[in-house]
């Protein structure tokens, strides 16, 4: 494990951090953002969308989705950097996403407002495959958060925050999932974003552990990196797959005017043995 260094810092709540190209793209909540930053430090933002949560993944092409939450949609980021409507999902309350190797993209959405806890619901799963049919394919998912595809399109892996585990499901021809399971028993583990590596284990990023964790399936821990804030997501990327991203930031909480400390969001960098797989 390699040294941990910071390549982005006084930003606000960060997520959904993805590897593309020569640089790492992530979503700013706090400032409605999707920013791409390289290994140098070097920032550019590349879609303001005013929501919460604001996910986004890359199509087969190389477009990017984004996670329209609070307008219950998906957009397209064009080549020329435009965003255009690319579907519409419904109500608001959308989370993350996942794209399998189709152009089939999987997204979570939360089954209540977190702002009312005593109207907890659990979340669903959706598919919307590339001719912009939208279906629930999974539900009873306490708090979805992190997903995964494995490379070969093969399996989902959810990660249900609230229960302490990641699931997984077959994927089937069509899109649709099957074969619930539980992936990885994580304990006191408190799964957000996830990403895969070469040797199928699951990185995950745990905000009140202050964390990320790599798990085997059935939830051996085979390393940690320690971190002194919430950690909200990862992501492997880098020339050789080997640099382990990490988004985190001081939480607040769910209920007040601001979710993370303001300022305190950065973007972390570490040298891992494991070099990922190039999703999410």
């Known amino acids: 494990m390699g040294e941990i260094r910071t390549l982005l810092d ?15 793209y992530f ?12 290994l140098d430090g070097g920032a550019e933002v590349v879609a303001r969308v005013d929501s919460l949560p604001l ?3 890359f199509l087969p092409d190389g477009r990017l989705l984004v996670v329209d939450s609070a307008g219950g949609r998906l957009l ?15 109500d608001p309350g959308w989370n993350d996403i996942a794209i399998d190797g189709r152009g089939n993209a999987y997204v979570n959405r939360l089954g209540w407002n977190p702002a009312e806890p005593d109207a907890f619901k659990p979340g ?8 912009g049919t939208v279906r629930q394919v999974a539900d009873d998912i306490d708090f979805p958060n992190g997903m995964a595809v494995t490379p070969d399109d093969s399996t989902l892996i959810v990660a249900d925050s609230y229960r302490h585990r990641l699931l997984a499901f077959d994927i089937e021809a069509g899109g649709g999932l099957s074969n619930r399971r539980v992936w990885a028993d994580l304990g006191e583990g408190t799964p957000d974003g996830i990403c895969l590596d070469a040797e199928g284990a699951v990185w995950y990023a745990d905000v009140p552990n202050q964390w990320c964790a790599r798990v085997a399936e059935g939830g051996a821990v085979l390393d940690t990196v320690a971190l002194d804030r919430g950690g909200f997501a990862c992501a492997l990327g880098g020339p050789d797959g080997r640099t382990l991203f990490v988004v ?8 007040g005017p601001d979710l993370v400390t303001p300022g305190s969001g950065q973007v972390l960098a ?9 999703r999410p």
């Open 248 to 255: 985190a930031a001081e939480f607040r909480g769910m209920t």
């Open 76 to 90: 397209r980021r064009e080549p020329d950097g435009a965003l255009t409507p690319h579907v519409k999902l419904g």
């Open 55 to 57: 996910c986004s993944a």
């Open 124 to 131: 669903f799963v959706h598919l919307v495959t590339a001719d």
């Open 10 to 24: 006084g930003r606000g709540l960060l997520e959904s951090p993805r590897w593309h190209g020569d640089r790492l």
């Open 270 to 278: 570490t040298r891992v043995d494991v070099p990922g797989v190039g």
């Open 27 to 38: 979503s700013d909540w706090t400032a409605g953002e999707v920013v791409a930053v390289g």
